[in-house]
């Protein structure tokens, strides 16, 4: 039972490239996350798909775009890579039912130069 | 807009002390709160889960109590280890979709 794995775990881009992070959970969870951590800033949530086929805004979209693959997989693209894109970005699984915890993979570190 | 405040921002104990983490959140109607711990580098991992209408939860060495009305949560540790340090942070739900509202953490440090 892997959980959330994330891929890759480091990358580095330059201004204006396009890159995709892949998320997938073995848990069998509905819900999944995306989130940036940022020095200083907490976990900001930039979007969650409470289920297959759905997909919503968090706190923070604005210059990523989200699929919902399957039930498995969340994938986060970034279209036109900036300098302030650069953080360390989680992916998250949970039920939404019964048990509220949400589960988190690894992480990708993220430099945008 | 929720806002979610952790205070210390870092902390420092000798081994086998007895602390207290403190959270605090600006809208008492929250579903639940979670608290989180996070190693170096690494990604989340969760400790405890407590639901509106509970008022706490333990998990072993760890207490973590939850009074919405005063917008409140502490994480209590006993018997503090230095295994124990790491960043600590806590996440409120308030709109009942699990899009938790993170606080900025504590990063707690015990010394043998």
């Known amino acids: 039972n892997a959980g959330v794995t994330q891929t890759p775990k480091f990358q580095v881009l330059k201004t204006g490239q396009s890159m995709t992070l892949q998320c997938a959970q073995d848990?069998?969870?509905?819900?999944m996350y995306w989130y940036r951590q940022d020095p200083g800033m907490g976990l900001r949530l930039i979007y969650y798909?409470?289920?297959?086929?759905?997909?919503d805004k968090g706190e923070v979209p604005n210059g990523y775009n989200v699929s919902r693959l399957n039930k498995r997989e969340f994938s986060l693209r970034l279209e036109s890579a900036a300098p302030s894109q650069t953080s360390v970005y989680f992916c998250?699984?949970?039920?939404?039912?019964?048990?509220?915890?949400?589960?988190f993979g690894p992480g990708t570190r993220l430099t945008v130069t | 807009k929720q806002e979610v405040t952790q205070i210390p921002a870092a902390l420092s104990v000798p081994e086998g002390e007895n602390l207290v983490l403190n959270c605090s959140f600006t809208?008492?109607?929250?579903?639940?709160l979670q608290w989180f711990r996070q190693d170096p580098g690494k990604g989340l991992t969760s400790l405890l889960l407590?639901?509106?209408?509970?008022r706490e939860q333990t998990s072993g060495r760890l207490n973590a109590s939850l009074d919405k009305s005063s917008g409140r949560s502490t994480l209590y540790i006993a018997a503090s280890q230095p295994g124990d340090s790491a960043t600590y942070l806590c996440?409120?739900?308030?709109?009942?979709?699990?899009?938790?509202?993170f606080g900025q953490g504590t990063r707690l440090t015990i010394n043998p």
């Open positions: 998250a699984s949970g039920r939404n039912t019964f048990s509220y915890e949400q589960y």
């Open positions: 848990m069998n969870h509905n819900s």
């Open positions: 798909s409470a289920s297959e086929g759905t997909t």
């Open positions: 809208d008492s109607a929250i579903y639940n």
């Open positions: 407590i639901q509106s209408s509970q």
């Open positions: 996440a409120v739900d308030n709109q009942g979709a699990q899009k938790l509202v």
